[in-house]
């Protein structure tokens, strides 16, 4: 007597072969071995449901947990998704792997939602609008539940007031939850950033009010130092040197271009303020990243034992520097003896 299977599965394989062959890809030998190592009656009921629904070859055979699933909830889960209107069945199977409660929910959820989605369902939303695949969107929103779960108009509203402030998509994806928090808070805090001439990043809009004030406050500060320019722009100007110079110097020292601008500010005013000039800081760069307390006390500190300091001795390390307070005061000590 013929084993009917035996044949079926034999055909399916040729059909993988064929699709793969047209889309130029050579996995003949991985679809023959899986499926003949794994054939049973219950794998070709799985492969047959999931070809009738429209899965593609290579869908199914790069998902092996869809082999794991139990026949029936395969079933009704395809025919949820169906229910979506997909280009295509391998844009969503990834929702498969949820429970089938919550998928019934979503499902009954974007049922109604495509007649206020232009994009016919949220998957597709997210899709367009930040540049990633369906099945991308798939996995991010089953990461992130409330995606399904909150109100779309209001998703949708926070998206257009990012777009239009000139918020990357990339961060807006990369900080998905600031679609948990209210419009108006985000559109209050838009005003004062634009205000303030400040960079909108969506984790300004969603953090503690003490510190977004402290954060608006600090960027206007920096904005008022650099005054559109970069630090290195900054650093020439102050110096009186160019740029080249300035890349020079930071790429021997790059936590110069790091420290904050307000800082750099106090640090340069009061080192030409106290008789230093921009040579002497050219000379010896790493001033720049130095606490401009220990600065300043150390200043008064070795004028006090006679001694006009260098910047490099501004920088030495504590050891290097009581080392060099300890040989003063015992000069001094000598020198009070000797009169």
């Not at 009656?41 to 790069?62: Q, R």
């Not at 395809?78 to 069945?89: F, G």
């Not at 904050?260 to 921009?278: A, H, M, Q």
Request: net charge positive; charged share 25%; with cysteine.
């Amino acid at each position: 007597m013929l084993n009917l299977s035996f044949f079926r599965t034999r055909k399916i394989i040729i059909l993988f072969k064929n699709q793969f062959l047209k889309t130029k890809h050579d996995y003949s030998f991985q679809v023959e071995g899986k499926f003949e190592m794994k054939r049973n009656s219950s794998n070709d009921k799985k492969l047959n449901e999931c070809i009738k629904h429209g899965l593609s070859a290579k869908t199914i055979l790069t998902n092996n947990w869809i082999f794991d699933m139990d026949l029936n909830h395969l079933n009704f889960g395809l025919n949820l998704l169906k229910k979506w209107n997909p280009n295509q069945m391998d844009d969503l199977f990834v929702l498969l792997q949820m429970p089938v409660t919550k998928l019934i929910y979503i499902t009954k959820k974007t049922m109604w939602e495509s007649q206020i989605i232009p994009q016919r369902n949220r998957i597709y939303y997210f899709a367009t609008n930040f540049e990633k695949t369906p099945q991308e969107v798939c996995y991010h929103m089953m990461k992130y539940t409330f995606l399904y779960t909150r109100n779309f108009t209001k998703l949708h509203q926070i998206h257009q007031i990012l777009i239009e402030n000139n918020v990357h998509k990339n961060e807006i994806w990369n900080d998905i939850w600031i679609f948990m928090y209210g419009f108006n808070q985000i559109q209050e805090r838009i005003v004062c950033l634009n205000n303030g001439n400040v960079v909108i990043k969506p984790w300004m809009l969603r953090c503690k009010l003490e510190v977004f004030k402290r954060t608006l406050e600090l960027k206007q500060e920096k904005n008022f130092v650099l005054n559109n320019d970069s630090t290195a722009q900054y650093l020439a100007k102050r110096l009186n040197v160019s740029m080249e110079a300035i890349r020079i110097i930071s790429s021997k020292y790059p936590s110069i271009l790091r420290v904050s601008p307000i800082k750099l500010k106090e640090v340069l005013d009061f080192l030409l303020n106290e008789g230093f000039y921009p040579f002497h800081i050219l000379k010896t760069p790493r001033v720049l990243t130095h606490s401009l307390l220990t600065l300043q006390e150390r200043l008064i500190e070795l004028r006090d034992l006679g001694f006009e300091p260098t910047l490099t001795a501004l920088c030495k390390n504590k050891m290097s520097y009581q080392e060099l307070v300890d040989n003063l005061i015992l000069k001094n000590n000598k020198e009070l003896k000797m009169s």
